[in-house]
């Protein structure tokens, strides 16, 4: 693979990038642009690497490296991606050895931009942005963060182990890297905890792990990915813009709003059915009787709104339910599927160390039009890519 450097304080972020890489397996040939040497050098490069170096044409012409290094590479990651050699890859301009490389590259490319949020919010940014994704190139929002000096905003380069996990998909992948490109898609995850008093809360086992993988995977298949996210303690998926929120009604909020304009929801986070009818204001003490019972009131059914939502506007949005069972498993899925009224259902069994906190999933993905979808056991990932696939083939063209 090609990793391609540019000029930006956050190159010193990618060396772990490299290493990553490295570490893995995969034969790594760096290339900077000529002041990316200004922050690592290539002493840095070559040693990590175990490659040469090269930011011209000119260093060993008569291999042909402009042509020879883009042909040759299974995907080019370009990270950090700056404004100017963002500007540069969507104008066809090859003043260097990288801009070359971009042009012959008939791989996956990759870029991860870091910039000022000035810088990535100004109209040509987002213009030369969306010629690249409209030509196939996964390229990642930044995430939002410290910059540089006292700077904080959307402009930072995610962290080496998601970029990481992002090539590691695509490479992982094989075929088209980009066949969600252009595509806005919302996902849920984690979930919902409903207060009781300021300390406790009546809450479900769901890690979000699942919901995670979702929204990676279609990041890595170039979508443009918004993450609702209910109390989930993992890191951002690269590339996804991340809202947080906490109890259903929270989370019912968040994702009537971010949904409006989206292709395809999935609603993967586990949503408590009730929430206390009064919340204590104070932590409630013993009394050394019986506690009082807590009152339930029934929270708004999310998935149901939506699909309602998308009926009523005729958006020919494709919505994704899930359903974690612990008997009785199609049988409870079919009938969830026809009183929610979603396009896909994912049905799962759950309990007793499986789907909840674990890394790997199986389940049956239950269509309207009457389908079923065995998924075998085997990573969280594997069964979101399957997932995606059988969205992809519903979208409208």
């Known amino acids: 693979m090609v990793l391609g450097v540019g000029a930006g304080i956050a190159a010193y972020k990618v060396c772990e990038l490299l290493r990553r890489f490295t570490e893995s397996g995969h034969r790594v040939r760096v290339v900077p642009t000529e002041d990316a040497l200004r922050f690592v050098g290539e002493p840095t490069w070559a040693a990590l690497s175990g490659q040469p170096v090269a930011t011209g044409v000119w260093a060993a012409a008569h291999d042909v490296p402009h042509v020879r290094i ?50 990535w919010d100004h109209p040509a940014t987002q213009a030369n942005v969306a010629t690249l994704r409209a030509r196939g190139a996964i390229v990642l929002d930044p995430a939002v963060g410290r910059l540089t000096g006292a700077d904080t905003g959307r402009g930072r380069l995610p962290e080496p182990d998601e970029l990481f996990a992002v090539g590691r998909r695509v490479l992982r992948r094989g075929g088209p890297a980009s066949d969600l490109a252009g595509r806005h898609v919302v996902v849920s995850a984690g979930g919902t905890r409903e ?37 989930v303690d993992l890191p951002d998926p690269a ?40 919340v204590a204001t104070a932590k409630i003490k013993k009394s050394g009787g019986a506690p009082q019972p807590i ?15 998308r009926d009523r506007t005729a958006s020919g949005q494709i919505i994704v339910g899930f359903a974690a069972e612990t008997d009785h498993v199609l049988e409870h899925g079919r009938a969830k599927l026809a009183r929610k009224g979603c396009d896909l259902l994912v049905v799962n069994q759950v309990g007793e160390g499986r789907a909840f906190g674990t890394a790997d999933n199986q389940a049956v993905v239950l269509g309207a039009d009457g389908s079923a979808t065995d998924i075998p056991h085997g990573p969280k990932e594997d069964l979101a890519d399957r997932v995606w696939d059988l969205v992809r083939e519903r979208l409208v063209r």
């Open 195 to 231: 207060p009781i008093d300021p300390v406790r809360f009546l809450g479900n086992r769901s890690s979000g792990r699942q919901g995670y993988a979702l929204a990676a995977t279609a990041v890595a298949r170039g979508a443009s990915v918004t993450l609702v996210a209910a109390n």
């Open 239 to 278: 590339g996804a813009d991340v809202r947080r929120v906490g109890s259903a009604r929270e989370l019912r909020a968040a994702m009537l709003a971010e949904t409006t304009r989206a292709d395809a929801v999935v609603m993967a986070a586990a949503v408590a059915d009730f929430r206390p009818e009064t």
């Open 70 to 119: 883009g042909r040759e590479a299974d995907l080019v990651f370009v990270a950090p991606a700056t404004a100017d050699l963002l500007a540069r890859a969507a104008h066809g301009i090859a003043d260097d050895l990288l801009t070359n490389t971009l042009l012959t590259a008939r791989c996956p490319v990759i870029f991860a931009p870091a910039m000022h949020t000035e810088m």
């Open 295 to 309: 009152a339930l009131a029934e929270n708004p059914d999310v998935l149901a709104e939506l699909t309602r939502e």
